[in-house]
Every structure is written in C-alpha cells, then in structure tokens.
C-alpha cells in the first residue's frame, strides 16, 4: 500500500475527502477468446508495483484460474494464490515483497482460465470464502449463442460494474469556492495561500459530515433490508445526530488547515490517513453503543457491523481503482458484424479506459460476429 509521503503533491492533495486510504497505479489487460462451441479463454494481467497488486485482487489466482509466469509463480510461492485479503497484505508487508519483485520496480502477474460458458466465469477476482470480496469489482460476461438459417450468431457482452465513487477529487468542490486563479493553483499542485485552504476547508467539512451521516444511515437500513424489524425507526434519529456531532468535532477547519499543512511540506504525509482511522473508529463505536441502547440484539448489531465495514472496504477499493487502467482484447468466431470497441486490430476488439469512467456508469463492452456453415 502506497504511503501519502510517496505521493506527488499534486495527488495529495486530491486525496482529501473522507475515507481514502491510498492510491494504486496498475495496468489491467484481459484477452478474451471466444470459441465457436462457445467455450471462453480468459488471460488476465495485471502490471503494477507489489504493494499495489497486494490489495484488490486485480487478478484472480485461485482455481479455477491458472497462474501464468515466472512472477506469477514467485508471488504464488511467497503469498500465496490471491492478489488480496489482510494475510496477503501482511506477508508483503513482512518482506516477501522483496522475493517477489526479484530487484524490479514492477512486476506482471497473469492469470489463465478456461471456461465452458460464460456461465462459468467468476464476477470477481478474489477467493469466494474471502471477507467482503463482494464489496471489490465486479466483471460480468455474457454470451448468447444462437442458430440463424444457415449461420451461428455469438452476441458477446463484458460489463464492468460502476463503482459509487473514486474518492472525490478536492479539485471537484473547488467549484464554487475558489477563483479561477486558486483553483488552477490546487490543480497544478501548488499552494493556493491560506484563504483558499480556509475555504476547502469548510467545504470539505460539510461534504465529511454528509459522508459520515450516509455511511451510517446505510448500515442502520441493513436491518430492515434483511427482514429484520426489530429497530424502531425512531431510533435512527439520535443515532443521526450522535454522527453529526462526531463530525463537527473531527472535522474542524483549524484540523484539516493543520492536514493540509503537513501534506504540502511532508512532515506528516500519514495525516489524513489517521484523521480516517480515527473518523472510522468513532463510526464503529456511535453504531455499536446506539443499537445497544435500544436493546438491540447481537446479532443484529453484528449484522450492522458488518455493513459498516463492508462499505468501508469498498470505498477503500475504490480509493485503489482511483489511477488504474483497464483495457480488453476480444475475438470471437467468423466475421464480426457490430461492435462498440474503441479500435480493432484485425479481427481483436479492443477497448481501453480509466477507471474513472466506472464513476460515470458500468462500462459495457458489446461485440456481435457470425459463424457461416
């Protein structure tokens, strides 16, 4: 994982909103070939440096995936086969990072499947049994094989699914607050002077607290979404208001002028990261002592928690996707009739993107061909 003092200062400072851990920088790749029985290979790699590829399994290892490569394997040998999960995290923190990158800055690891049906291909890359592997990206296929006259038509479709957010660049609340002036400054990374931060500042105050109030209000409406009742809609409100306070508390211009501080002169480039620890540690407490006061059973309190810490991690995610790029290189049988990809190589569909583009929407990837007799 990526330490904020290891970030240019132009993204440490758009790292500012609530709740981001850290960024990665990784080149994703998948090569998809369709076979005329309808039968998928998939090859999946991912380019990047170890700490990065340690955290949201950018690609799968476990079976029935086939790890590829001489890295591969050294990763596989040293960590084990996931790219994901606090065991993993923890042995490349424990220096098998080093046994992995063999004196490379970066490394590739790729992964091989095949599969009978796009039925078959898993959603996400991480390990079924892992915790909250659900909260990570999700990739669907699908494929319809039909018989027309005398030809066979494959109608292909890869969607990677949109993510809520990508942390929210401070540049974006700039709009509004800052002269055309300050906000050039904030984008090219340099210091827009003490008024400027004074007004991020209050901006981002506002924008935490609303963070704050959402994340605990989707946990409370996990209750009801899993046929429990037993929490009085009424409850909800102090609970509310306990947050809003917190983050009056945490989230004071005078805290964050100090953060912006230390992240312009790199005295202390881990400032905002504690500010989330401590901002998380309190969502965790408000939750627990909350339900607890209104006789809330505990597994019903467990259930809660577990939401809570379920959006954690996929806001942690999509902190990870925030610099990465994707590209997909598909070919399926006979003459390709229709397409959306960005550009073809021959008969290879290929379609490229940032994964700021998963802010917007899914991203769908559509290829029809026909298989004449």
Not at 47 to 60: C, I, N
Not at 202 to 215: G, H, I, M, P
């Amino acid at each position: 994982m990526t330490s904020m003092k290891q970030i240019p200062l132009a993204r440490r400072l758009a790292l500012a909103p609530l709740l981001l851990l850290a960024t990665s920088c990784l080149e994703n790749e998948e090569e998809i070939h369709v076979h005329a029985d309808g039968s998928l290979e998939i090859l999946v790699r991912s380019r990047g440096d170890v700490g990065d590829l340690a955290d949201g399994a950018p690609v799968p290892l476990h079976a029935p995936w086939i790890p590829v490569g001489e890295a591969t394997e050294r990763w596989v040998g040293s960590v084990g086969a996931a790219t994901s999960g606090a065991s993993v995290a923890a042995r490349v923190a424990a220096g098998a990072a080093h046994a992995i990158a063999a004196g490379e800055d970066e490394l590739e690891l790729a992964a091989y499947g095949h599969f009978q049906s796009a039925a078959d291909v898993p959603s996400f890359a991480a390990p079924p049994g892992e915790t909250f592997a659900s909260a990570l990206l999700r990739r669907d296929v699908r494929l319809d094989v039909r018989r027309v006259g005398n030809a066979v038509v494959y109608s292909f479709e890869r969607t990677y699914r949109a993510r809520e957010s990508d942390g929210s660049d401070i540049c974006d609340g700039a709009d509004g607050v800052l002269s055309d002036e300050q906000k050039q400054k904030l984008e090219d990374g340099s210091d827009p002077g003490p008024e400027a931060w004074a007004l991020l500042s209050a901006s981002l105050v506002e924008r935490s607290a609303a963070d704050a109030e959402r994340l605990v209000r989707d946990a409370l409406a996990s209750i009801y979404l899993e046929g429990d009742a037993s929490l009085d809609p009424a409850a909800i409100a102090p609970i509310v208001a306990r947050t809003q306070a917190a983050s009056v508390e945490l989230f004071t211009p005078e805290r964050l002028n100090q953060i912006w501080r230390a992240l312009l002169t790199q005295e202390n480039g881990d400032a905002l990261l504690e500010l989330q620890q401590e901002v998380r540690d309190v969502l965790r407490h408000i939750l627990g002592e909350g339900l607890a006061a209104q006789g809330i059973g505990a597994p019903v309190r467990h259930a809660v928690a577990e939401r809570l810490e379920w959006r954690f991690a996929a806001i942690d995610h999509d902190a990870d996707l925030a610099d990465e790029s994707f590209q997909l290189r598909l070919t399926l049988p006979g003459t390709l009739v229709d397409t959306n990809a960005h550009e073809r190589d021959g008969d290879v569909c290929v379609w490229s993107f940032e994964a700021e583009a998963l802010t917007r929407g899914d991203v769908v990837m559509r290829a029809v061909s026909v298989l004449a007799d």
